[in-house]
């Protein structure tokens, strides 16, 4: 009998408590992924094209609007921009984290009707650096202050045939998806704190910057609640796709259309995605491709190139050998491991 089996009665029901099981079944917003083996590092989407797959798109992207901005300096001394969104879909406020001062957001620039230049800078529709005393969100009124190189355009890069030199000069992008146990409570059962590090590190050292586009999707879409009871039918003998539909969720029910309709409005159109996910891949693209993954960056966990910081132990083992197996993630197993 396998483990899922155990806890499965014939019909394929699950054999816990009515109780523990979520009340209703959530339709999945994106199906798991065709396993693909082999990807090689950074490979150009167009060459590996059979490597993905297409979920369902939605038919048009929400809308999105960038409410306020603030400049974060963190504690690797990195400045960021943190981006914070509403939308036209839910009520929970999705983040763009910004790498670079080059990247703006077109509906956070939008003039308001009725604000003032203090309305502007207090949401973060500035140009250049808050000091005391600026008076004007616009840079060229501010004699104090001069004009960075980096920051002497607020254009975006556009489609123009992609060269190397183009694709080089995309920006790197990770559309992450809300962790609450991996990135807070120091959970070595995933690799997902890890995961926003990584990316967080590759992007400050990145001349074209970085987006990482941090989505309220918990627990691949099902929530901290169910995410737990999951933890727990995992403890029980399950992995972490089983648990999920014991519980009656998809396996992912995630979607990314947010992540496109933040890029978009981030100005980004060819992006460099740092990912293992092949449904993400295909689904950030968007109804019209509004955006292009011109590359796609592995996400490599660090143990397994012996790097320091890396997550290890049987759970995260388990999860991540559940992603290649069964999720059709672009990840091999180190030798020895499988
Ligand atoms: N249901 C469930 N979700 C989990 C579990 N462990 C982590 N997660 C969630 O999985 C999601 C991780 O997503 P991402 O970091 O976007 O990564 P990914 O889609 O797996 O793919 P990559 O881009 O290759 O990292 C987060 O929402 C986590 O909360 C688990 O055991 N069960």
Not at 39 to 67: D, M, Q, S, Y
Not at 183 to 202: H, I, K, M, N, V
Not at 288 to 304: S, T
Request: one cysteine or more; charged letters at 20%; aromatic letters at 4%.
């Amino acid at each position: 009998m396998s483990r899922s089996e155990s806890l499965l009665t014939e019909d394929g029901t699950a054999s816990v408590p009515p109780s523990c099981l979520s009340p209703a079944f959530t339709p999945p917003a994106t199906t798991p992924g065709t396993p693909v083996l082999g990807a090689a590092k950074g490979v150009p989407i167009e060459e590996g094209a059979t490597a993905t797959r297409h979920p369902k798109l939605l038919k048009e992207l929400p809308e999105v609007n960038c409410i306020v901005r603030a400049r974060i300096p963190t504690t690797t001394g990195t400045e960021i921009f943190l981006h914070l969104y509403q939308n036209s879909i839910d009520n929970k406020e999705h983040l763009a984290i910004v790498f670079g001062n080059t990247i703006r957001s077109t509906s956070l620039d939008a003039p308001r009707p009725g604000e003032s230049e203090m309305d502007r800078m207090i949401r973060g529709a500035y140009t250049g650096r808050l000091f005391p005393g600026r008076t004007t969100s616009r840079y060229d009124d501010s004699p104090a202050i001069s004009r960075p190189a980096s920051a002497a355009s607020n254009h975006h890069p556009t489609s123009t045939p992609l060269t190397t030199a183009a694709r080089n000069s995309a920006p790197l992008v990770r559309i992450h998806s809300e962790c609450y146990t991996g990135e807070t409570a120091w959970s070595a059962r995933c690799d997902c704190g890890e995961q926003l590090d990584e990316a967080a590190r590759l992007m400050a050292l990145d001349p074209a910057g970085g987006v990482v586009v941090y989505l309220r999707q918990e627990g691949r879409g099902i929530g901290l609640g169910e995410k737990l009871k999951a933890y727990n039918l995992q403890d029980l003998g399950n992995d972490t796709v089983q648990a999920n539909l014991i519980l009656r969720h998809p396996a992912d029910a995630r979607s990314y259309g947010l992540a496109t309709a933040i890029l978009k409005d981030l100005g980004l159109r060819d992006i460099r995605l740092l990912t293992n996910n092949p449904d993400k891949i295909a689904a950030v693209e968007g109804p019209g491709r509004e955006c292009k993954v011109v590359e796609r960056v592995p996400m490599i966990p660090l143990a397994w190139k012996n790097m320091k910081g890396g997550v290890t132990g049987k759970e995260v083992g388990e999860y991540l050998r559940t992603k290649i197996t069964q999720m059709g993630h672009l990840l091999s197993m180190p030798a020895g491991t499988e």
